[in-house]
């Protein structure tokens, strides 16, 4: 029972992309009659009219003429949404049924013109925000970049209190003579040996 | 042990009544995070909601006649509700599809209405399944996944049966057999408990 | 043999708890025999463990299926390799493995140290055997006698997670003999299931005795570094084993999941991680402690903090909080697991509050430009990468207790965060060898880090100019912040530093000794074993962040359907392009119960040929599961990646995912060199070489016999 089951015993072919209707619709021009107006406005009016249509046409026509998504394109957008039913599986790679459909469903609002954003603005509110693979900044999920935040400062208010404590006294005149870093090449493979802590 | 070469530069701990407050405070965080920890084992399973009474859901049907309609408990007191969260790619729930429709002609002018919750799926994978099995009774998608979380499901098929009062009588994990599903029903018709 | 074996861990478990309390009284009333007896029952543990481990293999060996846990993990049709890797495919049988490898631990430990360290060894046994004695009971099925007086109470829940506990036994018997098993899950048929678990179980494991010899030295007061460099070693050993771990679960996951990935926080990843990055902590402020006497305090609840976070870990795994590809199955363990864990750190904590007089720091901090606070950073960048990675491994609780909404924190949020900070690291790595203790002259500094800075220049300008263009995000936002040439500027000037420091000590070498180069070298190296085996894990480090950076920023996919005899192709961002032309679909020769079929793909570079490719498709027809296996081109600048993620119409059509993963190679070289680099860092020095360990440097008070006190 349960989601075990979705997992297809034969990997599916992928869902074929719906291609997008091709029969994009012609709105019928209307045409002013003509009869009621002379010549020259009517012809005017005509060619104002046709030149509308051509605009309507090529507007609503649009998405047909746009990129048939491929596999890739639709990937990018799946590869932010995560597989409910799986565990740590983006919808890009997972072979499941539902993410065969969610891909499918993808392909099928690139071809309509939506933008990522969009996409996943969609899948968020369609099925919640879970699918996605970092929770909406709204909310209490702003917490989960906050709180970071908060002890990022935390820590180094933590580090400047750690310092001071440690370094009670105030540093004394630079100290060029009594410094560890040696010179003399001697002194430097003494130095080595000695911090090789060769037990 | 080691001698301290000079015991007015080294630093040393704080006096003791600080440090307690500092356990403390480091004792209760340790604490409050075991409790979190704790809570994400309570057991989180439907039929814990057995008894109870059901949280409330909404749901806009998207097949046949019902199509476009708004269902919610709120509005459906006083009916008996078979609320079923299922999906297209389940094999399990193919088993009680038909079963389900055929109860639903039987029982519903007797007011027990079937609802049908669509997990997951896609509209039209969602609408394709209900044709193939003919289902008439109301099904709607469960936008946000929030019916399937408010119910607790950790799969589907689950099928929960509420009285008139809006409490869920019986919980289904799994396809239900006719003998159950009658014997459900009739219980629930006849008012009394689970 | 069941009966036997399942005596055998029961007895072990009743020895267990006898040691530890003999040697807490033996250790208290100056009792030496009852030390000495505790002594012995712990190595009799060991023995008994053995034992029982051995004959839970052979169990599974002999497919005995009236073994619950034989009929869980193994089926008729496995490979006797398999069966093997099966003792830690599931629950009880991994809590065996894991109590026999902790167990060997403590006894390894008791032999080796006990002369040298008497007054700590018996507190030593007292933890390692409470602990033991947990796990010990967790198999034993004990708690299952619970289930009765909890369900008297009424407390039905618990009563039945407690009745379930019976079947965490491995030596579990049922009332028939099923005809077959079900098998191991078909991702763990894999040679990495020999390997990976295994380390990664010694490294978790190995971390018992540091903090076993840390609560002994807290409570005997002994809290001067004599623990540390004892423990030094084994620290050692549990680190390797837990970045060996790491690093094979790294390769495998990307050898088998098909998505040319090899990290992808998931918890249970993380769970691992999280003990790795504070005990890498740990690793280095004992440093300071040795050298100066400092962060004593700091030290203690380093080592507090990772021993809890292994048990953290291996809960996090067993009991199914947050979801995981990793998760074993629910079971009523969770509960015990959290009471063990607050019982070890609430103790540990109030023991380190009550000690703190003996945790005096010696010294103090000269100059922000020292070891020491470069140390200290390093630590705070190590547990803020801890940080991150807990919070968002745990958000999802914590989303769904207190706000009410379910959340999955995924790899763009962790990437983001710890991105930035590992790279911060990587910095302060390079630079921090070059600090000398206590006090940096910034004219010598200065010289020092005048060519390692020009090489970073140079790389970030020049890798940029040519074309590496990509950016990282803030996190939260889209916008671009980080150039990725500025990651590899970072590591050329790591690089350089420790080149630089090589060529230094060789040619101080040469000129004192007049040896020939390469000799100074080998000389150089063997005799600062833990200096320049640090360097060589750093120089490991650099390679595989090479790696990570490569495959993060510059990976390319792509995703096609191709008829027999079309072609796919995919442009790598360093070599040429690739074609792969479909040649065919074909049944290979599998196990049993694996129907296995495989593409074949001709592939060619820029039009030259180079080779086919056979990604294959393994169907378990018991468990009705498939795999993908990619088929992979290795190369030093990269990887191609293929899988076949489909087929339709008999084979003549097939959907097929290509990645190319740039320079991920050097992820594997890096983790050798790192392996070699800790393996050479400690290993023992032959006596005659062997300083007497009292040279600290001046300033530091020298430290008397280790029991004065």
């Known amino acids: ?199 | 042990m080691t001698a301290n070469p000079d015991p007015v530069t080294t630093p040393s701990p704080p006096p003791r009544p600080r440090r307690t407050v500092w356990l403390v405070v480091v004792l209760g965080f340790v604490v409050v995070f075991i409790a979190l920890l704790a809570s994400g084992l309570r057991p989180q399973t439907s039929t814990l909601l057995q008894g109870n009474p059901a949280p409330d859901f909404g749901l806009t049907a998207f097949n046949g006649e019902f199509d476009g309609q708004r269902f919610s408990l709120t509005d459906m007191r006083g009916q008996i509700i078979v609320l079923n969260v299922w999906a297209s790619w389940c094999v399990e729930c193919e088993q009680e599809m038909a079963l389900f429709e055929r109860a639903w002609q039987e029982y519903r002018e007797r007011e027990v209405w079937f609802i049908g919750v669509d997990y997951l799926d896609t509209d039209t994978a969602g609408l394709a399944y209900l044709e193939r099995f003919g289902i008439t009774y109301p099904n709607g998608p469960d936008i946000g996944s929030r019916i399937y979380r408010d119910y607790q499901c950790a799969g589907v098929p689950e099928t929960f049966f509420i009285d008139r009062q809006g409490i869920v009588q019986h919980v289904q994990i799994g396809p239900m057999t006719q003998p159950q599903l009658h014997g459900v029903l009739d219980r629930l018709l006849e008012g009394g408990g689970g | 043999m069941a009966q036997l074996g399942y005596a055998a861990s029961l007895l072990a478990l009743v020895l267990a708890l006898y040691a530890s309390v003999a040697a807490w009284v033996g250790s208290r009333r100056h009792l030496p025999e009852l030390v000495l007896s505790a002594r012995n029952a712990a190595l009799a543990v060991a023995i008994l463990l053995t034992v029982a481990v051995t004959l839970e293999v052979l169990l599974l060996l002999s497919g005995d299926f009236r073994t619950l846990y034989v009929a869980q993990v193994t089926n008729r049709a496995m490979p006797p390799f398999f069966k093997l890797t099966a003792l830690w495919g599931s629950q009880a049988g991994s809590l065996l493995f894991w109590s026999w490898l902790m167990s060997l631990f403590v006894a390894a430990a008791v032999l080796r140290q006990w002369d040298r360290m008497q007054r700590l060894m018996p507190y030593v046994i007292v933890v390692t055997q409470i602990t033991l004695s947990f796990f010990l009971s967790l198999i034993s099925g004990g708690w299952a006698l619970l289930a009765a007086p909890l369900q008297g109470l009424g407390l039905t829940d618990a009563s039945i997670l407690m009745a379930d506990m019976a079947h965490t036994n491995p030596f579990f018997q049922l009332d028939f003999t099923p005809a077959n098993g079900t098998g191991l899950n078909p991702l763990l048929r894999h040679w990495g299931m020999i390997v990976h678990p295994p380390v990664l179980y010694l490294g978790f494991v190995g971390f018992v005795i540091p903090f076993a010899f840390a609560i002994a030295a807290l409570i005997t007061r002994q809290t001067g570094d004599m623990w540390i460099r004892t423990v030094r070693r084994w620290t050692l050993v549990a680190w390797l084993s837990l970045s060996m771990g790491l690093l094979l679960g790294m390769w495998w996951a990307y050898g088998v999941l098909g998505w040319g990935g090899y990290w992808g926080w998931d918890p249970v990843e993380n769970a691992a991680l999280m003990p790795w990055l504070t005990g890498t902590a740990f690793l280095h402020s004992v440093m300071i402690q040795e050298k100066r006497g400092m962060f004593k305090v700091w030290n203690m609840v380093l080592i507090i903090l990772t021993y809890g976070l292994v048990i953290f870990g291996t809960f996090l795994t067993r009991s199914g909080v947050v979801s995981s590809v990793h998760t074993f199955a629910q079971s009523g363990i969770g509960p015990l697991y959290l009471v063990f864990l607050l019982v070890t750190v609430i103790y540990s904590v109030v023991l380190l509050f009550d000690r703190l007089d003996c945790l005096r720091s010696e010294n103090e901090l000269d100059s922000i430009l020292s070891r020491e606070a470069f140390f200290l950073f390093n630590n705070l960048l190590f547990l803020a990468v801890f940080f991150v990675t807990f919070w968002g491994t745990l958000f999802p609780v914590v989303s769904e207790l207190i706000g009410g909404q379910k959340a999955i924190v995924g790899p763009p949020f962790f990437n983001r965060v710890n991105g930035p900070l590992l790279a911060a690291l990587v910095l302060l790595m390079g630079v921090a060898p070059l600090m000398p203790w206590r006090r940096a002259s910034r004219q010598k500094l200065a010289r020092l880090l005048l060519w390692p800075l020009v090489a970073a220049l140079v790389t970030t300008a020049g890798l940029f100019i040519l074309g590496l263009r990509a950016f990282t995000i803030l996190p939260g936002t889209q916008a671009r912040v980080l150039p990725a040439s500025l990651f590899y500027g970072i590591l050329a000037f790591a690089a350089t530093i420790i080149v630089q420091e090589f060529g230094r000590g060789v040619r101080v070498r040469h000129s004192t000794t007049g040896e020939g180069y390469g000799r100074a070298l080998c000389h150089l190296v063997a005799r600062n074993r833990r200096r320049y085996g640090g360097y060589l894990v750093h120089v490991g480090v650099i390679l595989i962040a090479l790696g990570i950076i490569g495959t993060n920023f510059f990976e390319v996919e792509t995703q096609q359907s191709l008829a027999v005899g079309e072609s796919l192709t995919i442009t790598s961002p360093l070599t040429g392009t690739y074609s792969l032309t479909y040649q065919g679909l074909g049944l290979r020769p599998a196990p049993a119960d694996i129907r296995r079929t495989s593409a074949t793909l001709t592939v060619s570079r820029d039009g030259r040929p180079v080779g086919t490719l056979y990604p294959t498709h393994d169907y378990f027809i018991p468990q009705q599961q498939p795999m993908t296996i990619p088929a992979m081109r290795h190369s030093l600048a990269e990887d191609l990646y293929v899988i076949v993620a489909g087929w339709e119409d008999g084979g003549n059509r097939a959907t097929f995912k290509a990645y190319v993963e740039p320079l991920v190679n050097w992820l594997w070289i890096g983790g050798i060199v790192f392996i070699m680099g800790t393996a050479i860092a400690a290993w023992p020095a032959p006596a005659r070489d062997r300083q007497p360990a009292t040279a600290p440097l001046p300033g530091r008070p020298v430290t008397a016999q280790p029991d004065a006190r």
């Open chain 1, 1 to 199: 029972m349960l989601n075990a089951k979705n997992q297809q015993p034969e990997p599916k072919s992928r869902a074929e992309n719906r291609r997008p209707s091709r029969t994009a619709r012609y709105f019928p021009c209307r045409v002013h009659n003509s009869s009621f107006i002379i010549l020259r406005s009517s012809f005017i009016i005509h060619f104002i009219s046709l030149v509308s249509c051509l605009f309507l046409l090529l507007c609503f026509a649009m998405p047909a003429f746009a990129q048939q998504p491929t596999a890739d394109d639709i990937n990018a957008v799946a590869s932010n949404l995560t597989c409910p039913t799986c565990t740590g599986i983006n919808v890009a790679e997972c072979p499941t049924e539902t993410c065969v459909q969610w891909r499918a469903k993808i392909g099928e609002m690139l071809a309509q013109g939506y933008s990522q954003p969009e996409i996943l603005d969609y899948f968020a509110a369609r099925y919640g925000d879970h699918v996605l693979q970092v929770p909406p900044a709204r909310g209490f999920f702003q917490w989960l970049w906050l709180l970071p935040t908060a002890a990022t400062v935390l820590g180094l208010a933590l580090l400047a209190y750690l310092v001071r404590s440690w370094s009670r006294q105030p540093a004394p005149a630079p100290l060029e003579g009594e410094d560890q870093v040696v010179e003399d090449e001697y002194l430097q493979r003494v130095e080595q040996d000695l911090e090789g802590w060769t037990e």
